[in-house]
Every structure is written in structure tokens, then in C-alpha cells.
């Protein structure tokens, strides 16, 4: 049976150690904190005892490597898909405009949603459509030096569909402005969201939390699969001889006599690994602000809102609590608690009148390098799977996975390498 160290806990860390259990590797992991999921893990508000996600992860329909992983765990269970297209848009004054998809077949239950979307103008839609149809036969690579603000500009989009369909979707799926986001990159996932199917586009999120939804059946798939997984210990260097890696040193151990390595930490924690095929490379990288304001009568009442023309960008209705994410966040995520208290309930007095008043206790969870920044630059010198050292692999939703920093990116990235492993030891039989 061979042997695979993997490096990181996080989603692209147990998406690899999974897939390679599941095929018959013998599997350790090492994570350098007390837990597992990385980025996508619950805590425990210590005032409520509440378990709580370290922030808001909206999932959709094409999301295809996250539903294989989800039934490899036996987990697929704990999320839930719309049943017909719908998106809440929350305007001032506690008024509501739904974007909803007819009940009829794929695609025209789409269209005909979009053309009864009362926030645009009858030229906003026919803009908009003309590029949804189109969409399937743009050849991407053709985009791969614009910004997706400049490309909707040059496909005659109306000043009022970029910002309230358009920009919302790049905001949202790429954490990133439409000013810096690579169109290349925006344009494939576009064409994942609306050109795969009937259910592509439908929202799903998570029944409960993202522990019980990712992590913890991860590390029960694992421990049934006789993998062994060590936290709190953190890899301090990587041992290179003759162009392989012949074993790993943490700061309790030495990991050896391992057939396969994979790397699958966040891309700024693999530049201290000193290895020599890192280059230069600088990854910028885009923050999420998390707010959760508990009341004494919750006055939100839909399962989520996407917010017009306001910095909060999302809703999320938690029954006793809300979670608020904004999304690039680059404004805010340096204020003080006070600062960011004071501004977001004033936007929310504007969205849900006197809401500040109902309000008990506000959370504040920062996360500063929460995705990385998918400009075009950094699009064309994403990393590969396979590296130099012919026994290590790399994983992470910044490797080239052709997808944003998404959980679907990250998961991917875990199975590629898996696959590259899985390819590499069938060969050497």
C-alpha cells in the first residue's frame, strides 16, 4: 500500500486525503492548527453556545466537485438546493424585488425570469439577455488580458446591469471588483453557472453548520479509512535529496519514508517551505467581513437577501442571529469593532427601518486574506499540480484549478491531486 503525507487540513488538504483513501492509499495528515476545514469551519460563540460558520458560504448548482465529495463522505445530506431559482433583492425601506425563475423547462424558465425582474429598465434587459445567449460561444481565451468591468463594457452592457446583475455575481463569486477580476476567468464561470444545466444557477447552502456539513465528515471518512491525522503540528521544513522530497520536518517529528507529498496550505504559508521552484510570485489577496447581530425579534424573515445599492452585500437569516458578509471588504476590515458597529447598523436602519434598536449583541469575524485576488496576472501564473520534485504535489484553490477561491475550487484542487497520484502510481507498477 502506498504512502501519501499530506500537509494543510483545510479543504484542499482532506479533499486529497479523502479521494486517496477512498483508493486505497495509506493516508497521513498534518495540520499546523487544532482544527481541521481551514477557512471553512464553525465556532462556538462562547456567549450563546451557538455554533457558528467563520463566515456565510453561498454554494450553486455547478457546483460538481463539491456534490462528489459531499456523497464520497456521505454528507451530501446536509446541504440544500433551491427547488426553483430565486434571489430576494433587499431594497431600502424593507422593500423586496425578486429575481425568480418560471416553472418551465431550462433555459426559458430563466429568461422569462429576467425579463419580469422589475429593478431593470426594458434596454438593461435586452442588454443583459443578448449576452447570456451569447455566453456559450465565447471563446474565453480571447479575454485572457481584459477585466471583466472592461469586457461588459465592450459587450454593451447597460450601466444598470452591470451593477445589479453582473457586478453582483463577480463580487460575489470572485470576492473581487469588476475593475481587477479577470474576465477570462469570469466569463468561464459564468458559462458554468448558466450553460450546465437546469439546476446550475440554483443557490444551495448549508442545512447546518460548515463542521458538520465538510469537516467533521472528512475526519470521520478518514479515521474509517485507517488514516492517521495529527493537529497542532506545524511543518517547519520540506527534506529534498536527488530531486524528490525524502521526508518532512514539524516541529515535533520527522515524517519519512513516504511514497507521495502533497503541499495543501494557503499559497502565502508555502512560500516559507524555501523550496526552490516557488518563484517570485506575490498573490494578492481580497478580505470577507462577517457580522452577526443578534435581536430581541429577528426582523429578517427570508432564508437570505442579496441588499441593492448598499456595502452589505448579503443577508443570511439564522432564526435567533443574522450573519452579514460583505464581500472585498478592503473599506472596513481595518476599522475598529466600534467603527464597523456604528456603519453597519446605520445601513441596516436603511435596509430594515429602527432594526438597531431590536439589536442585543453584534460578532464581528475578520477574515483578511480570505480569497485571493483573480486578476489576469495572477490567472496566467497560477501554480500546476505536479511540481519539479517528482514525488510532490501541490493543492489549494490557488493552484490552477480554472476556478475562483471557492470551496469548489478548493476541493477540486484536493482531487487533482489525488488524480495525478492515483496516474503516477499505476504507472510505476
Not at 460538481?64 to 464520497?72: H, S
Amino acid at each position: 500500500m502506498k504512502k501519501v503525507l499530506v500537509i494543510g487540513g483545510g479543504l484542499s488538504g482532506l479533499s486529497a486525503a479523502c479521494f486517496l483513501a477512498h483508493n486505497k492509499f495509506q493516508v497521513t495528515l498534518i495540520e499546523s492548527t487544532h482544527k481541521l476545514g481551514g477557512k471553512t469551519h464553525s465556532i462556538i460563540d462562547k456567549k450563546s453556545g451557538v455554533e457558528i460558520d467563520n463566515g456565510q458560504h453561498i454554494m450553486l448548482g455547478c457546483y460538481y466537485e463539491t456534490f462528489n465529495f459531499l456523497k464520497l463522505l456521505c454528507a451530501i445530506k446536509y446541504v440544500e438546493i433551491q427547488n426553483e431559482f430565486q434571489i430576494d433583492y433587499l431594497l431600502e425601506g424593507n422593500r423586496i424585488v425578486q429575481l425568480k425563475a418560471f416553472e418551465l423547462f431550462y433555459p426559458i424558465n430563466l429568461l422569462l425570469g429576467f425579463i419580469r425582474f422589475q429593478l431593470l429598465s426594458f434596454k438593461d434587459k435586452i442588454s443583459l439577455l443578448k449576452l447570456l445567449l451569447k455566453l456559450k460561444f465565447i471563446d474565453s481565451d480571447s479575454l485572457s488580458f481584459n477585466n471583466v468591468e472592461d469586457w461588459l463594457k465592450k459587450e454593451n452592457q447597460t450601466t444598470n446591469s452591470i451593477n445589479l446583475f453582473w457586478g453582483v455575481l463577480c463580487v460575489g463569486a470572485l470576492n473581487t471588483s469588476p475593475k481587477i477580476a479577470s474576465a477570462k476567468l469570469f466569463c468561464e464561470i459564468l458559462k458554468r453557472i448558466f450553460w450546465t444545466g437546469g439546476n446550475s444557477f440554483k443557490i444551495v447552502l448549508p442545512k447546518n453548520s460548515l463542521n458538520e456539513t465538510f469537516v467533521n465528515p472528512a475526519e470521520s471518512f478518514l479515521l474509517k479509512h485507517n488514516a492517521k491525522i495529527y493537529k497542532s503540528e506545524r511543518c517547519e521544513k520540506i527534506l529534498v535529496s536527488s530531486g524528490e522530497v525524502i521526508g518532512v520536518k514539524t516541529n515535533k517529528r520527522i515524517f519519512e519514508d513516504f511514497d507521495y507529498y502533497v503541499i495543501a496550505v494557503p499559497f502565502y504559508s508555502l512560500k516559507h517551505f524555501e523550496l526552490s521552484f516557488i518563484n517570485d510570485l506575490e498573490i494578492p489577496y481580497s478580505p470577507i467581513l462577517n457580522v452577526y447581530i443578534w435581536f430581541k425579534n429577528n426582523p429578517v424573515k427570508a432564508p437570505f437577501y442579496s441588499v441593492h445599492n448598499s456595502i452589505i452585500h448579503w443577508i443570511f437569516n439564522k432564526g435567533e442571529f443574522i450573519n452579514i458578509t460583505l464581500s472585498n471588504a478592503f473599506n472596513l476590515i481595518d476599522k475598529s469593532k466600534n467603527e464597523i458597529e456604528k456603519i453597519i447598523l446605520s445601513e441596516l436602519d436603511k435596509i430594515i427601518p429602527e432594526s438597531s434598536k431590536n439589536c442585543e449583541r453584534i460578532l464581528i469575524i475578520k477574515e483578511k486574506r480570505a480569497t485571493f485576488i483573480p486578476s489576469a496576472e495572477v490567472m496566467e501564473k497560477r501554480f500546476k499540480t505536479r511540481t519539479e520534485l517528482k514525488n510532490l504535489f501541490l493543492a489549494g484553490e490557488w493552484t490552477d484549478t480554472k476556478l475562483p477561491s471557492t470551496i469548489e475550487g478548493a476541493i477540486k484542487s484536493g482531487r487533482d491531486a489525488a488524480e495525478e497520484i492515483i496516474f503516477d502510481s499505476l504507472n510505476k507498477e
